[in-house]
Protein backbone atom coordinates (compact mmCIF):
# COMPACT_ATOMS: atom_id res chain seq x y z
CA UNK A 1 0.00 0.00 0.00
CA UNK A 2 1.03 3.53 -0.55
CA UNK A 3 0.25 6.27 1.10
CA UNK A 4 -0.06 9.26 -1.02
CA UNK A 5 0.14 12.83 0.53
CA UNK A 6 0.87 16.94 0.12
CA UNK A 7 0.53 20.00 1.83
CA UNK A 8 -0.66 22.22 -0.78
CA UNK A 9 -4.30 20.19 -0.02
CA UNK A 10 -6.33 17.83 -1.30
CA UNK A 11 -7.29 19.48 -3.98
CA UNK A 12 -4.23 20.31 -5.36
CA UNK A 13 -3.86 20.03 -8.90
CA UNK A 14 -0.14 18.41 -8.31
CA UNK A 15 -1.84 15.79 -5.61
CA UNK A 16 -4.53 15.32 -8.53
CA UNK A 17 -1.77 14.50 -11.00
CA UNK A 18 0.36 12.16 -9.18
CA UNK A 19 -3.37 10.35 -7.77
CA UNK A 20 -4.29 9.33 -11.04
CA UNK A 21 -1.10 8.45 -12.52
CA UNK A 22 0.01 5.72 -9.36
CA UNK A 23 -4.02 4.74 -10.08
CA UNK A 24 -2.45 1.33 -11.33
CA UNK A 25 -0.71 0.79 -7.68
CA UNK A 26 -2.88 0.28 -4.33
CA UNK A 27 -3.04 3.47 -3.15
CA UNK A 28 -4.91 5.48 -0.39
CA UNK A 29 -5.02 9.24 -0.56
CA UNK A 30 -4.77 11.33 2.82
CA UNK A 31 -4.54 14.72 2.35
CA UNK A 32 -4.94 17.77 4.30
CA UNK A 33 -8.16 19.42 3.97
CA UNK A 34 -6.39 22.89 2.82
CA UNK A 35 -2.89 24.69 2.05
CA UNK A 36 -0.28 23.69 4.71
CA UNK A 37 2.55 24.98 2.87
CA UNK A 38 5.97 25.51 5.14
CA UNK A 39 4.39 24.17 7.71
CA UNK A 40 7.36 21.62 8.43
CA UNK A 41 6.92 18.85 10.78
CA UNK A 42 4.34 20.53 12.48
CA UNK A 43 2.09 18.14 14.26
CA UNK A 44 -1.59 18.70 16.06
CA UNK A 45 -1.76 17.84 19.62
CA UNK A 46 -3.85 20.97 20.76
CA UNK A 47 -7.01 20.20 19.07
CA UNK A 48 -8.58 17.31 17.37
CA UNK A 49 -8.19 16.70 13.99
CA UNK A 50 -11.71 16.50 11.78
CA UNK A 51 -11.94 14.08 8.58
CA UNK A 52 -14.05 14.42 5.77
CA UNK A 53 -14.46 12.31 2.19
CA UNK A 54 -13.38 14.09 -1.30
CA UNK A 55 -14.67 12.12 -3.96
CA UNK A 56 -12.18 12.52 -7.69
CA UNK A 57 -12.81 11.26 -10.93
CA UNK A 58 -10.79 8.45 -10.80
CA UNK A 59 -10.28 7.95 -6.86
CA UNK A 60 -11.53 8.94 -3.03
CA UNK A 61 -9.31 10.07 -0.62
CA UNK A 62 -9.09 11.59 2.69
CA UNK A 63 -9.11 14.55 4.22
CA UNK A 64 -7.91 15.66 7.36
CA UNK A 65 -8.46 19.06 9.19
CA UNK A 66 -4.84 18.94 9.98
CA UNK A 67 -0.86 19.12 8.65
CA UNK A 68 0.91 16.56 6.28
CA UNK A 69 2.63 14.78 8.93
CA UNK A 70 -1.10 14.71 10.76
CA UNK A 71 -1.74 12.70 7.69
CA UNK A 72 0.96 10.37 7.47
CA UNK A 73 0.54 9.83 11.46
CA UNK A 74 -3.13 9.05 11.58
CA UNK A 75 -2.85 6.74 8.63
CA UNK A 76 -0.34 5.08 9.83
CA UNK A 77 -1.50 4.92 13.28
CA UNK A 78 -5.02 4.71 12.86
CA UNK A 79 -6.53 4.67 9.28
CA UNK A 80 -4.56 1.43 7.61
CA UNK A 81 -2.05 -1.02 8.87
CA UNK A 82 1.47 0.05 9.46
CA UNK A 83 3.09 -2.99 8.21
CA UNK A 84 1.17 -2.60 4.97
CA UNK A 85 2.17 0.49 4.13
CA UNK A 86 5.30 -0.03 1.78
CA UNK A 87 6.14 4.04 0.91
CA UNK A 88 4.69 7.22 1.46
CA UNK A 89 4.59 9.45 -1.70
CA UNK A 90 4.10 13.39 -1.35
CA UNK A 91 3.73 16.25 -3.66
CA UNK A 92 3.63 16.69 -6.54
CA UNK A 93 4.07 20.36 -4.41
CA UNK A 94 3.37 23.24 -5.73
CA UNK A 95 7.01 24.65 -6.20
CA UNK A 96 10.58 22.99 -5.55
CA UNK A 97 12.06 22.36 -2.62
CA UNK A 98 15.92 22.38 -3.53
CA UNK A 99 17.74 23.65 -0.45
CA UNK A 100 18.06 22.57 3.20
CA UNK A 101 16.16 25.51 4.23
CA UNK A 102 13.15 24.67 1.81
CA UNK A 103 13.60 20.70 2.74
CA UNK A 104 13.13 21.09 6.20
CA UNK A 105 10.24 23.67 6.44
CA UNK A 106 8.55 21.94 3.59
CA UNK A 107 5.09 20.42 4.87
CA UNK A 108 5.53 17.68 1.46
CA UNK A 109 8.94 16.58 1.99
CA UNK A 110 8.00 16.70 6.33
CA UNK A 111 4.88 14.24 5.49
CA UNK A 112 7.57 12.25 3.33
CA UNK A 113 9.82 12.22 6.78
CA UNK A 114 7.40 11.53 8.79
CA UNK A 115 7.65 8.43 6.90
CA UNK A 116 11.01 7.73 7.07
CA UNK A 117 12.29 8.20 10.64
CA UNK A 118 9.26 5.58 11.79
CA UNK A 119 10.92 3.40 9.18
CA UNK A 120 9.09 3.23 6.12
CA UNK A 121 10.79 4.22 2.75
CA UNK A 122 9.73 7.22 1.29
CA UNK A 123 9.40 10.33 -1.78
CA UNK A 124 8.77 14.03 -1.81
CA UNK A 125 7.98 15.00 -5.36
CA UNK A 126 8.28 18.79 -6.11
CA UNK A 127 7.60 20.70 -9.66
CA UNK A 128 8.47 24.11 -10.75
CA UNK A 129 5.52 26.00 -11.24
CA UNK A 130 5.56 29.13 -13.68
CA UNK A 131 5.56 32.70 -12.66
CA UNK A 132 1.81 33.52 -13.04
CA UNK A 133 -0.74 34.41 -10.92
CA UNK A 134 -3.08 32.25 -13.64
CA UNK A 135 -4.96 29.10 -11.72
CA UNK A 136 -3.10 25.70 -12.05
CA UNK A 137 -4.23 22.76 -13.53
CA UNK A 138 -4.05 19.14 -13.39
CA UNK A 139 -2.74 19.29 -16.87
CA UNK A 140 0.29 21.29 -15.70
CA UNK A 141 1.52 18.30 -13.57
CA UNK A 142 0.75 15.73 -15.86
CA UNK A 143 4.08 15.24 -17.10
CA UNK A 144 5.66 15.18 -13.78
CA UNK A 145 3.14 12.63 -12.69
CA UNK A 146 4.03 10.12 -15.28
CA UNK A 147 7.38 10.49 -14.41
CA UNK A 148 6.34 10.10 -10.34
CA UNK A 149 5.20 6.67 -11.38
CA UNK A 150 8.13 5.61 -13.42
CA UNK A 151 10.33 6.79 -10.18
CA UNK A 152 7.99 4.57 -7.69
CA UNK A 153 7.66 1.61 -9.75
CA UNK A 154 11.77 1.55 -9.89
CA UNK A 155 11.71 1.90 -6.35
CA UNK A 156 9.39 -0.63 -5.71
CA UNK A 157 11.75 -3.06 -8.09
CA UNK A 158 15.04 -2.00 -7.79
CA UNK A 159 14.41 -0.64 -3.64
CA UNK A 160 16.01 2.36 -2.22
CA UNK A 161 19.69 2.86 -2.58
CA UNK A 162 21.71 1.00 0.56
CA UNK A 163 20.94 3.79 3.91
CA UNK A 164 19.08 5.95 1.96
CA UNK A 165 15.31 6.50 3.38
CA UNK A 166 14.23 9.03 1.25
CA UNK A 167 14.15 11.18 -2.15
CA UNK A 168 13.50 14.52 -2.46
CA UNK A 169 12.48 14.81 -6.13
CA UNK A 170 12.60 17.75 -7.84
CA UNK A 171 11.22 18.47 -11.53
CA UNK A 172 11.85 21.08 -13.44
CA UNK A 173 9.28 23.36 -15.08
CA UNK A 174 9.13 21.32 -18.39
CA UNK A 175 9.04 18.23 -18.24
CA UNK A 176 8.79 15.20 -21.27
CA UNK A 177 9.33 11.72 -21.33
CA UNK A 178 13.23 12.27 -22.06
CA UNK A 179 14.48 14.57 -19.41
CA UNK A 180 17.11 13.59 -18.04
CA UNK A 181 17.63 12.89 -13.98
CA UNK A 182 20.63 13.69 -12.10
CA UNK A 183 21.29 12.14 -8.35
CA UNK A 184 22.54 15.73 -7.13
CA UNK A 185 23.01 17.67 -3.56
CA UNK A 186 20.75 20.30 -2.63
CA UNK A 187 21.26 23.66 -3.30
CA UNK A 188 22.96 26.22 -1.11
CA UNK A 189 20.65 29.08 -0.87
CA UNK A 190 21.47 32.75 -0.10
CA UNK A 191 18.58 35.08 1.28
CA UNK A 192 18.66 38.91 0.63
CA UNK A 193 16.85 41.47 2.28
CA UNK A 194 14.62 37.77 2.97
CA UNK A 195 12.92 39.90 5.66
CA UNK A 196 10.79 43.18 4.91
CA UNK A 197 10.19 45.03 7.93
CA UNK A 198 7.22 47.83 8.41
CA UNK A 199 5.52 50.23 10.18
CA UNK A 200 1.32 49.59 11.12
CA UNK A 201 -0.85 52.88 11.30
CA UNK A 202 -0.12 53.06 15.29
CA UNK A 203 3.74 52.91 14.51
CA UNK A 204 3.96 49.31 15.49
CA UNK A 205 6.63 47.39 13.38
CA UNK A 206 5.98 43.98 11.96
CA UNK A 207 7.82 41.71 9.87
CA UNK A 208 7.03 40.32 6.21
CA UNK A 209 8.96 36.58 5.78
CA UNK A 210 9.61 37.10 1.80
CA UNK A 211 12.01 39.43 -0.10
CA UNK A 212 14.32 38.51 -2.71
CA UNK A 213 15.63 34.46 -2.24
CA UNK A 214 19.03 34.24 -4.54
CA UNK A 215 20.17 30.71 -5.13
CA UNK A 216 23.82 30.00 -5.83
CA UNK A 217 24.42 27.31 -8.16
CA UNK A 218 27.20 24.74 -7.08
CA UNK A 219 29.06 24.25 -10.99
CA UNK A 220 26.13 22.39 -12.22
CA UNK A 221 25.84 19.62 -9.64
CA UNK A 222 23.67 20.56 -7.24
CA UNK A 223 19.68 20.59 -7.03
CA UNK A 224 19.63 24.42 -8.43
CA UNK A 225 21.81 23.98 -11.22
CA UNK A 226 20.00 20.15 -12.26
CA UNK A 227 16.26 21.79 -12.58
CA UNK A 228 18.26 25.38 -14.57
CA UNK A 229 19.02 22.95 -16.79
CA UNK A 230 15.74 21.10 -17.36
CA UNK A 231 16.75 17.59 -15.81
CA UNK A 232 15.18 16.10 -12.98
CA UNK A 233 16.87 16.60 -9.40
CA UNK A 234 17.12 13.17 -7.38
CA UNK A 235 18.95 14.15 -3.58
CA UNK A 236 18.86 10.71 -2.16
CA UNK A 237 18.61 11.37 1.82
CA UNK A 238 19.66 9.09 5.05
CA UNK A 239 17.63 11.10 7.62
CA UNK A 240 19.29 8.67 10.64
CA UNK A 241 22.53 9.65 9.14
CA UNK A 242 22.87 13.29 11.02
CA UNK A 243 23.57 11.96 14.35
CA UNK A 244 27.51 11.90 14.83
CA UNK A 245 27.38 9.99 18.31
CA UNK A 246 29.63 7.29 17.16
CA UNK A 247 32.47 9.69 15.64
CA UNK A 248 35.38 9.07 17.91
CA UNK A 249 36.65 12.59 17.08
CA UNK A 250 33.53 14.03 18.28
CA UNK A 251 33.20 11.92 21.43
CA UNK A 252 37.28 13.28 22.14
CA UNK A 253 35.66 16.70 21.91
CA UNK A 254 33.78 16.23 24.85
CA UNK A 255 35.99 14.91 27.65
CA UNK A 256 36.52 18.00 29.29
CA UNK A 257 32.85 18.78 29.68
CA UNK A 258 32.29 14.88 30.74
CA UNK A 259 34.65 14.11 32.83
CA UNK A 260 35.98 17.24 34.60
CA UNK A 261 32.55 17.19 37.03
CA UNK A 262 33.03 17.14 40.87
CA UNK B 1 26.15 37.73 20.14
CA UNK B 2 24.06 34.88 20.90
CA UNK B 3 19.98 34.55 20.49
CA UNK B 4 18.09 32.87 22.68
CA UNK B 5 14.79 31.60 21.52
CA UNK B 6 12.33 28.32 21.91
CA UNK B 7 9.43 27.05 21.37
CA UNK B 8 7.29 27.30 24.64
CA UNK B 9 6.80 31.38 24.34
CA UNK B 10 9.10 34.17 25.84
CA UNK B 11 6.71 33.65 29.16
CA UNK B 12 7.77 30.37 29.85
CA UNK B 13 10.11 29.31 32.94
CA UNK B 14 12.21 27.37 30.74
CA UNK B 15 13.36 30.69 29.12
CA UNK B 16 13.26 32.90 31.75
CA UNK B 17 15.92 30.68 33.76
CA UNK B 18 18.14 30.58 30.38
CA UNK B 19 18.12 34.07 29.78
CA UNK B 20 19.26 35.05 33.44
CA UNK B 21 22.08 32.18 33.16
CA UNK B 22 23.34 33.12 30.07
CA UNK B 23 23.30 37.10 31.60
CA UNK B 24 27.06 37.28 31.29
CA UNK B 25 27.23 36.64 27.73
CA UNK B 26 25.79 39.00 24.63
CA UNK B 27 22.23 37.59 24.62
CA UNK B 28 19.52 38.90 22.78
CA UNK B 29 15.85 37.24 23.56
CA UNK B 30 14.12 36.92 20.43
CA UNK B 31 10.99 34.40 21.15
CA UNK B 32 7.33 33.46 20.28
CA UNK B 33 4.72 35.44 22.05
CA UNK B 34 2.94 32.47 22.51
CA UNK B 35 3.28 28.61 22.81
CA UNK B 36 4.72 27.42 19.50
CA UNK B 37 5.26 23.55 20.42
CA UNK B 38 5.53 20.96 17.68
CA UNK B 39 5.43 23.31 14.89
CA UNK B 40 8.38 22.15 13.65
CA UNK B 41 10.51 24.30 10.71
CA UNK B 42 6.99 25.97 10.25
CA UNK B 43 7.51 29.27 8.67
CA UNK B 44 4.56 31.86 8.44
CA UNK B 45 4.58 33.40 5.08
CA UNK B 46 1.32 33.88 4.71
CA UNK B 47 0.53 37.00 7.28
CA UNK B 48 2.82 39.46 8.60
CA UNK B 49 4.60 38.81 11.99
CA UNK B 50 3.49 41.85 14.56
CA UNK B 51 6.46 42.40 17.35
CA UNK B 52 6.37 43.54 20.78
CA UNK B 53 8.88 44.02 23.58
CA UNK B 54 8.85 42.24 27.09
CA UNK B 55 10.98 43.51 29.85
CA UNK B 56 11.91 40.61 32.19
CA UNK B 57 13.80 41.20 35.47
CA UNK B 58 17.38 40.77 33.87
CA UNK B 59 17.07 41.63 30.76
CA UNK B 60 14.47 42.85 27.80
CA UNK B 61 13.45 40.14 25.03
CA UNK B 62 11.25 40.85 21.82
CA UNK B 63 8.22 38.87 21.26
CA UNK B 64 7.24 37.96 17.62
CA UNK B 65 3.83 36.82 16.97
CA UNK B 66 5.66 33.87 14.95
CA UNK B 67 7.10 30.49 14.95
CA UNK B 68 10.67 29.67 16.64
CA UNK B 69 11.67 29.56 13.20
CA UNK B 70 10.02 32.92 12.68
CA UNK B 71 12.03 33.96 15.15
CA UNK B 72 15.54 33.02 13.77
CA UNK B 73 15.00 34.59 10.53
CA UNK B 74 13.87 37.77 11.45
CA UNK B 75 16.90 38.10 14.31
CA UNK B 76 19.40 36.79 11.57
CA UNK B 77 17.95 39.08 8.59
CA UNK B 78 16.70 41.89 10.19
CA UNK B 79 16.95 42.49 13.70
CA UNK B 80 20.88 42.18 14.09
CA UNK B 81 23.56 41.24 11.44
CA UNK B 82 24.13 37.57 10.96
CA UNK B 83 28.04 38.30 10.67
CA UNK B 84 27.49 39.09 14.57
CA UNK B 85 25.64 35.99 15.53
CA UNK B 86 28.06 33.81 16.94
CA UNK B 87 25.31 31.16 18.21
CA UNK B 88 21.61 29.85 18.76
CA UNK B 89 20.47 28.88 21.96
CA UNK B 90 17.24 27.67 21.93
CA UNK B 91 14.86 26.06 25.52
CA UNK B 92 14.77 25.14 28.20
CA UNK B 93 11.81 22.99 26.52
CA UNK B 94 9.41 21.83 28.81
CA UNK B 95 9.58 18.41 27.99
CA UNK B 96 12.62 16.51 26.95
CA UNK B 97 12.91 15.51 22.65
CA UNK B 98 15.09 12.53 22.46
CA UNK B 99 13.52 10.76 19.56
CA UNK B 100 13.83 12.22 15.92
CA UNK B 101 9.68 12.22 16.07
CA UNK B 102 10.21 15.26 18.95
CA UNK B 103 13.74 16.33 17.39
CA UNK B 104 11.97 17.11 14.15
CA UNK B 105 8.58 18.07 15.38
CA UNK B 106 10.11 20.70 17.97
CA UNK B 107 9.66 24.16 17.97
CA UNK B 108 12.66 24.37 19.87
CA UNK B 109 14.56 22.25 18.27
CA UNK B 110 13.78 23.76 14.73
CA UNK B 111 14.80 27.18 15.74
CA UNK B 112 18.37 25.75 16.61
CA UNK B 113 18.19 24.18 12.60
CA UNK B 114 17.40 27.33 11.44
CA UNK B 115 20.78 28.17 12.66
CA UNK B 116 22.73 25.16 11.86
CA UNK B 117 21.41 25.09 8.40
CA UNK B 118 22.56 28.67 6.99
CA UNK B 119 26.01 27.99 9.24
CA UNK B 120 25.12 28.97 12.40
CA UNK B 121 26.34 26.55 15.18
CA UNK B 122 23.32 25.99 17.55
CA UNK B 123 22.31 24.32 20.65
CA UNK B 124 18.62 22.75 21.60
CA UNK B 125 17.98 23.03 25.47
CA UNK B 126 15.03 20.64 26.36
CA UNK B 127 14.32 19.08 30.41
CA UNK B 128 12.19 16.64 31.90
CA UNK B 129 9.34 18.15 33.10
CA UNK B 130 7.40 16.35 36.43
CA UNK B 131 4.49 14.76 36.14
CA UNK B 132 2.03 17.29 37.38
CA UNK B 133 -0.45 19.95 36.65
CA UNK B 134 1.02 22.57 38.84
CA UNK B 135 2.46 25.45 37.31
CA UNK B 136 6.19 25.07 36.77
CA UNK B 137 7.94 28.21 37.57
CA UNK B 138 11.32 29.14 36.89
CA UNK B 139 13.00 27.91 39.95
CA UNK B 140 12.78 24.20 38.77
CA UNK B 141 14.78 25.15 35.33
CA UNK B 142 17.50 27.12 37.64
CA UNK B 143 19.96 23.79 37.83
CA UNK B 144 19.60 23.40 34.35
CA UNK B 145 19.85 26.11 33.01
CA UNK B 146 22.98 27.03 35.07
CA UNK B 147 24.60 23.61 33.01
CA UNK B 148 23.45 25.10 29.87
CA UNK B 149 25.68 28.18 30.66
CA UNK B 150 28.81 25.72 31.19
CA UNK B 151 27.89 24.12 27.61
CA UNK B 152 27.83 27.68 26.25
CA UNK B 153 30.56 29.01 27.82
CA UNK B 154 32.72 25.09 26.71
CA UNK B 155 31.07 25.51 23.44
CA UNK B 156 32.38 29.25 23.15
CA UNK B 157 36.04 28.45 23.90
CA UNK B 158 36.12 24.89 22.75
CA UNK B 159 34.14 25.18 19.50
CA UNK B 160 32.05 22.78 17.95
CA UNK B 161 33.16 19.07 17.48
CA UNK B 162 34.60 18.65 14.11
CA UNK B 163 31.59 18.32 11.35
CA UNK B 164 29.04 18.86 14.18
CA UNK B 165 26.47 22.03 14.00
CA UNK B 166 24.22 21.09 16.40
CA UNK B 167 23.91 19.68 19.86
CA UNK B 168 20.60 18.61 21.29
CA UNK B 169 20.86 18.61 24.75
CA UNK B 170 18.28 16.98 26.98
CA UNK B 171 17.96 17.78 31.10
CA UNK B 172 17.03 15.00 33.55
CA UNK B 173 13.91 15.24 35.68
CA UNK B 174 16.96 16.53 38.37
CA UNK B 175 19.90 18.22 37.58
CA UNK B 176 22.39 19.39 39.78
CA UNK B 177 26.31 20.56 39.73
CA UNK B 178 27.76 17.04 40.11
CA UNK B 179 25.08 15.41 37.32
CA UNK B 180 27.20 13.08 34.79
CA UNK B 181 26.76 14.26 30.92
CA UNK B 182 26.92 11.60 28.13
CA UNK B 183 26.61 11.43 24.40
CA UNK B 184 24.23 10.15 22.68
CA UNK B 185 22.26 8.68 19.97
CA UNK B 186 18.56 9.38 20.17
CA UNK B 187 16.01 7.05 21.36
CA UNK B 188 14.33 4.91 19.03
CA UNK B 189 10.50 5.46 20.43
CA UNK B 190 7.55 3.49 19.56
CA UNK B 191 4.09 4.60 19.48
CA UNK B 192 0.62 2.56 20.70
CA UNK B 193 -2.27 3.84 20.32
CA UNK B 194 -0.46 6.70 18.91
CA UNK B 195 -3.48 8.30 17.38
CA UNK B 196 -6.86 8.17 19.28
CA UNK B 197 -10.35 7.79 17.04
CA UNK B 198 -13.44 9.44 17.69
CA UNK B 199 -16.84 10.25 16.70
CA UNK B 200 -18.75 13.66 17.04
CA UNK B 201 -22.18 13.92 18.01
CA UNK B 202 -23.09 14.09 14.32
CA UNK B 203 -21.01 10.78 13.52
CA UNK B 204 -18.47 12.21 11.77
CA UNK B 205 -14.70 10.79 12.64
CA UNK B 206 -12.07 13.09 14.63
CA UNK B 207 -8.49 12.18 15.88
CA UNK B 208 -6.64 13.28 18.72
CA UNK B 209 -3.01 12.74 18.07
CA UNK B 210 -1.61 11.60 21.44
CA UNK B 211 -2.34 8.25 23.33
CA UNK B 212 0.86 6.24 25.00
CA UNK B 213 4.17 6.70 23.75
CA UNK B 214 6.45 4.27 24.17
CA UNK B 215 10.23 4.62 24.26
CA UNK B 216 12.62 1.47 24.06
CA UNK B 217 15.59 1.96 25.50
CA UNK B 218 18.58 0.61 23.39
CA UNK B 219 21.02 -0.90 26.42
CA UNK B 220 21.65 1.96 28.25
CA UNK B 221 23.24 4.22 26.01
CA UNK B 222 20.76 6.07 24.06
CA UNK B 223 18.85 9.38 25.11
CA UNK B 224 16.38 8.01 27.18
CA UNK B 225 18.57 5.29 28.69
CA UNK B 226 20.75 8.05 29.42
CA UNK B 227 18.35 10.83 30.71
CA UNK B 228 16.42 7.64 32.93
CA UNK B 229 19.83 6.89 34.26
CA UNK B 230 19.64 10.79 35.61
CA UNK B 231 22.31 12.02 33.57
CA UNK B 232 22.40 14.45 31.05
CA UNK B 233 22.01 13.78 26.98
CA UNK B 234 24.26 15.61 24.36
CA UNK B 235 23.12 14.04 21.16
CA UNK B 236 25.85 15.62 18.33
CA UNK B 237 24.23 16.62 14.91
CA UNK B 238 25.50 16.95 11.44
CA UNK B 239 22.60 18.90 9.81
CA UNK B 240 23.77 18.26 6.09
CA UNK B 241 24.91 14.77 6.87
CA UNK B 242 21.83 13.44 5.34
CA UNK B 243 22.52 13.73 1.74
CA UNK B 244 24.13 10.69 -0.16
CA UNK B 245 24.86 12.19 -3.17
CA UNK B 246 28.18 11.42 -2.90
CA UNK B 247 27.78 7.89 -2.06
CA UNK B 248 29.35 5.62 -4.94
CA UNK B 249 27.09 2.87 -4.10
CA UNK B 250 23.78 5.19 -4.10
CA UNK B 251 24.81 6.73 -7.41
CA UNK B 252 25.40 3.51 -9.05
CA UNK B 253 21.88 2.54 -8.21
CA UNK B 254 20.34 4.79 -9.86
CA UNK B 255 22.29 3.83 -13.20
CA UNK B 256 18.79 2.15 -14.89
CA UNK B 257 16.64 5.39 -14.25
CA UNK B 258 18.95 7.25 -15.11
CA UNK B 259 20.61 5.75 -18.21
CA UNK B 260 17.86 3.99 -20.01
CA UNK B 261 16.12 7.11 -21.18
CA UNK B 262 14.89 7.34 -25.02
Known amino acids: MIIVTNDDGVHSPGIIALAKSLSEFNIKVVAPKGAQSSTGMSITFHRPITMSRVSKNNYD ?38 SMQSFFSSGTVSAAMSGSIIGIKSVAFSKVI ?7 TEREFRPAAEWAKRIVSFLLSEGF ?48 LAGDKIEAAEEGTDAYATLAEGKISITP ?23 TQD
Chains 1, 2 share one sequence.
Open 130 to 136: PNTTELL
Open 161 to 208: PPGVDLLNVNFPLKVTKSTKVQVTLMAKEEFEDYVVGRTDPRGNRYFW
Open 61 to 98: AIALAGTPADCVFVSIHKLFKRKKVDMIVSGINLGENI
Open 237 to 259: ISISSIQRESDRKVQDHFDKLVN
